[in-house]
């Protein structure tokens, strides 16, 4: 029995052996965060940063702080340095010294925002850290001496904690007193992105028109991934293609336009796309998944698997859990399709618990189960559906589990 599952944005599908479809899912665009012209550190960069990691592995971190500060302040104009500095001062608690040293880093080099795997892994945000970070932000809006640089960082420091709140409140009580600050606005508009707000992102963005030219490439990039988010692909490859003309050496920009043109079915020069801002940022999650994808649509399966889990192996130190959501699911997938099911059991239930939100992942698991003969495991991945909701994948792995068990 066939069972298809029609979305808005799947191009391609494909009957496994058993008749079932697993469904070609969407690329989570909200993983496009912004970089310029990053390449890898050189010798001495990585010196510094190989040294600054062990002295974290041995628990000497105010020794790598310090390490990291000479360093620095030896090459200021050193993105790597500084972003790793950045990331070890948060970690330490120093959050405004810390996303100072990171919007520096940006400032010089926006593919810096991209952590460097030299360094070790970036700041992981800790119950105590993050009650910390809350309790110093809430009394700093409280003081009369805080500025609008002051409040910036808070926004910043807010969104990086997932206050979409107080992330929200910062920006906007910023903007009513400095209108024309245009890198609030834009980090303004990526907090309402992420709220899923895409209407009053798009006001923000056109709001914040003008800026430097490296602001205009992270401003067309916004206005891409909301576009990608509205299905519009059309519109969000025209604003992709203007932001790339922006800042051509731009890893975020490059993977937003490989996303959306594999979107538009044009496999061939999404993988361009996405192997230019590789080679800007080796570890870029959104250009691997979207090549990995469009690998997937022509039907290169192992290829497709092995360009997902490559990156996952090589590059675990600096990528978060949350954000590699999207490659355990196309590497799944690609598994599914090859008839591996034990093996997409194992990387869909990452996908799945990376990104409970991602129905296509748990419907993909859920008929990988039923291949398997796995019960329970098709019954937990309708439970995910049921929580989400997502009712309509729901009935539909209803329907495939009971034909067969």
């Given at each position: 029995?066939h ?17 079932y479809?697993i ?18 550190p050189d010798?001495a960069t ?13 628990g000497?971190?105010s020794h790598a702080i310090d390490?990291?500060t000479r360093?620095a302040?030896?090459a200021?104009?050193?993105a ?6 950045g990331n070890?001062?948060?970690?330490e608690?120093r959050?405004?010294d ?8 940006y400032e010089?080099d926006?593919n ?6 030299a360094?070790g ?5 800790t119950?105590n850290?993050?009650?910390?970070i809350?309790?110093e932000?809430?009394?700093l ?6 500025d ?10 807010r ?6 709140v ?6 906007e009580d910023?903007?009513l007193?400095?209108?024309k600050a245009h890198g609030?606005r834009?980090?303004y508009a990526?907090?309402l992105?992420d709220?899923?707000l895409y209407?009053l992102?798009l006001?923000q963005?056109?709001?914040a028109?003008?800026a430097r030219p ?6 067309h ?5 909301v ?5 519009q692909?059309l519109?969000?490859?025209?604003s ?16 937003v336009?490989?996303e959306s043109?594999m ?10 796309h996405?192997?230019?801002?590789l080679?800007l940022?080796?570890h870029h999650?959104g250009?691997?998944?979207a090549?990995a994808?469009s ?6 399966f192992p290829e497709a698997e092995?360009c ?9 130190l600096?990528l ?6 999207p490659l355990?699911?196309?590497?799944g997938?690609?598994a599914a399709f ?6 997409a059991i ?6 799945v618990r990376?990104?409970p939100s991602?129905?296509?992942a748990a419907?993909n698991?859920?008929v ?7 019960k329970p ?8 559906l049921r929580?989400?909701?997502d ?11 009971a034909s067969?068990f």
């Amino acid at each position: 029995m066939h069972y298809p599952l029609v979305t808005a944005t799947v191009l391609a599908a494909s009957v496994l052996g058993g008749g079932y479809v697993i469904v070609l899912a969407e690329q989570d665009s909200k993983q496009a965060n912004q970089q310029n012209a990053a390449r890898t550190p050189d010798a001495a960069t990585l010196a510094v940063l190989e040294e600054v990691r062990a002295l974290r592995e041995r628990g000497e971190s105010s020794h790598a702080i310090d390490r990291l500060t000479r360093a620095a302040n030896d090459a200021p104009r050193n993105a790597a340095l500084r972003r790793s500095l950045g990331n070890l001062l948060v970690q330490e608690g120093r959050w405004r010294d810390g996303f100072k040293e990171r919007n520096a880093a940006y400032e010089i080099d926006c593919n810096a925002a991209y952590d460097y795997p030299a360094a070790g892994p970036p700041p992981s945000c800790t119950p105590n850290l993050a009650a910390r970070i809350s309790g110093e932000c809430a009394a700093l809006m409280k003081s009369a001496e805080l500025d609008a640089a002051g409040i910036e960082l808070i926004g910043g420091a807010r969104r990086w904690l997932g206050d979409e709140v107080g992330a929200r409140k910062a920006f906007e009580d910023l903007l009513l007193t400095a209108p024309k600050a245009h890198g609030a606005r834009l980090e303004y508009a990526a907090v309402l992105i992420d709220a899923g707000l895409y209407d009053l992102a798009l006001e923000q963005l056109g709001l914040a028109e003008g800026a430097r030219p490296v602001a205009e490439c992270e401003r067309h990039s916004h206005i891409a991934v909301v576009y990608l988010n509205k299905n519009q692909i059309l519109k969000a490859l025209e604003s992709s293609k203007r932001a790339v003309a922006a800042n051509p050496r731009c890893a975020s920009s490059l993977g937003v336009l490989a996303e959306s043109e594999m979107r538009l079915g044009s496999y061939d020069v999404a993988m361009t796309h996405a192997d230019a801002a590789l080679d800007l940022v080796p570890h870029h999650v959104g250009a691997t998944a979207a090549k990995a994808r469009s690998l997937l649509h022509l039907k290169r399966f192992p290829e497709a698997e092995k360009c997902a889990r490559d990156l996952l192996v090589k590059f675990s130190l600096a990528l978060s859990a949350e954000s590699t959501a999207p490659l355990w699911a196309v590497a799944g997938e690609a598994a599914a399709f090859q008839g591996q099911h034990r093996r997409a059991i194992e990387w869909l239930t990452y996908a799945v618990r990376y990104d409970p939100s991602n129905g296509v992942a748990a419907y993909n698991l859920g008929v990988s189960c039923c291949h398997a003969s796995d019960k329970p495991g098709a019954e937990a991945a309708l439970a995910a559906l049921r929580r989400i909701p997502d009712e309509a994948r729901a009935a539909r792995l209803c329907d495939v589990i009971a034909s067969s068990f």
